[in-house]
């Protein structure tokens, strides 16, 4: 999910200080130790885990660790906050760094490496790395050349929120590509449907939904350089590429007669945007993989077959081959013992991210999982493009951006384009004006 509809979600309680430690010693149950014959046993070794994940996910993934562990012999203790993006820095800086942390953002890892205090990932964490994921995925680990960071945990942006018992009712196909994506808009406009729903409301984080509208266009027509380029500001707002690719978006978004009150799509609530989606007032809505979590709040069910469920967004370019868009952890290493190095190749193993997998709500990238092991029909859904070897992954721009942008004139200028109209020349002038100079 998106960091800042996360914290929409959340509200008033993720501004407290929330912190959990949880620690799983050796299992005394039966086990299988099979997979873990390739682990040196360590006995009384103990590896910590720092991470902005909190409960009830820590006790989740300790219970996929738990095997290992008790295999191994090493315990695993994870520290969770929602300090975390404060607290890491503050902690390496004052010598009590973690062994390993779970870091969200491509720029705070950056910035860790930075300090001299990130140990470059080891031999085998590089063989998982070049086996399990895409070569954009690697990339995001990597800063100066250097590879640090194996990915950990995944989510999926690039999806299209619809009711299967709706296409079915009126004799509507889900759409493979792009084309057949605004031909089908264009009949549903025709049969007196709303084609699209789109809410940019979010409190203090209005407009960050259709921050995600234009990323998925710019990575789908123009690829990686471009897209990270644009991250970076090496390819300013005002590009042409990035123009013609917002236009793309007011072309889909700010039709009338897909979405019915452009202007109204600034003022709506991204959590009620879908919500009508169940019973066909909206038929389609471009969201994350968490979106299904609040239409279920109804009551709906989520399936291939039932109220609502979601389908790829089509790629654009026939040359950016499955862009993806969406987030994650990359597990970085602080220390260099046998045990970190050893829990770190664990972690960016098949086997760790198949026994996640298989107890729900968790996607990864890694290719290694069977897809099979998902219990998540959302999740399964979404593993099929996050871990397709081939993808063309962008992390959330936004969220890369400086937030003075990223969290900031991107907000404000994108709800100004959908609520009063302002021009794209207006609102690219202003964010690339909002730029931090250093």
Not at 73 to 88: D, V
Not at 283 to 303: C, D, H, K, P, R
Not at 304 to 309: C, V
Request: with cysteine; net charge positive.
């Amino acid at each position: 999910m998106k960091r800042k509809g996360l914290a929409a979600l959340v509200g008033a309680a993720a501004l407290s200080l929330v912190a959990s430690l949880v620690t799983t010693t050796s299992a005394s149950a039966a086990v299988n130790c099979d997979p873990y014959t390739g682990y040196a046993k360590m006995k009384g070794k103990t590896v910590t885990i720092f991470t902005s994940i909190l409960e009830p996910e820590l006790t989740t993934l300790n219970t996929a660790m738990s095997d290992f562990q008790a295999c191994t012999g090493i315990k695993i203790k994870i520290e969770g906050s929602n300090q975390f993006e404060a607290l890491l820095p503050v902690r390496v800086k004052g010598g009590n760094a973690p062994d390993l942390a779970w870091i969200p953002q491509p720029g705070l890892l950056a910035k860790m490496v930075e300090t001299g205090k990130v140990v470059p990932a080891p031999k085998a964490v590089v063989a998982n790395v070049d086996k399990y994921w895409s070569k954009s995925w690697k990339a995001y680990g990597t800063v100066k050349g250097k590879f640090y960071a194996a990915p950990f945990g995944s989510n999926m942006k690039s999806l299209v929120w619809y009711s299967p018992k709706q296409f079915k009712a009126a004799g509507y196909s889900v759409p493979t590509t792009f084309a057949q994506m605004t031909a089908l808009a264009d009949k549903m406009a025709a049969d007196g449907k709303t084609a699209f729903c789109g809410g940019l409301g979010s409190g203090g984080a209005t407009g960050w939904p259709a921050t995600d509208w234009v990323e998925q266009i710019v990575l789908r027509d123009h690829g990686s350089a471009v897209y990270n380029g644009w991250v970076n500001h090496t390819i300013k707002f005002s590009d042409p590429r990035i123009v013609a690719s917002m236009e793309k978006v007011a072309s889909w978004m700010q039709n009338p007669k897909w979405v019915g009150n452009v202007k109204g799509i600034a003022t709506t609530s991204f959590q009620d945007a879908g919500r009508g989606i169940p019973d066909g007032k909206c038929m389609m809505l471009q969201q994350a993989s968490f979106y299904g979590n609040i239409i279920a709040e109804s009551g709906a069910t989520i399936s291939p077959t039932g109220d609502a469920f979601a389908f790829y967004l089509p790629a654009t370019n026939s040359k950016v081959t499955v862009p993806v868009v969406g987030g994650g952890e990359f597990t970085a290493a602080f220390a260099k013992r046998a045990e970190v190095v050893a829990v770190q190749a664990y972690l960016s193993s098949a086997t760790f991210a198949t026994s996640r997998v298989q107890l729900d709500n968790w996607i990864s990238a890694n290719s290694g999982v069977p897809l099979a092991a998902y219990k998540n029909p959302v999740d399964k859904l979404s593993a099929t493009y996050l871990s397709n070897p081939k993808s063309t992954f962008g992390f959330d721009a936004s969220d890369l951006m400086p937030a003075a942008v990223g969290a900031g004139s991107m907000w404000r200028e994108f709800t100004a384009w959908f609520g009063e109209g302002k021009s794209i020349a207006d609102v690219v002038k202003a964010i690339d004006a909002s730029w931090p100079k250093s």
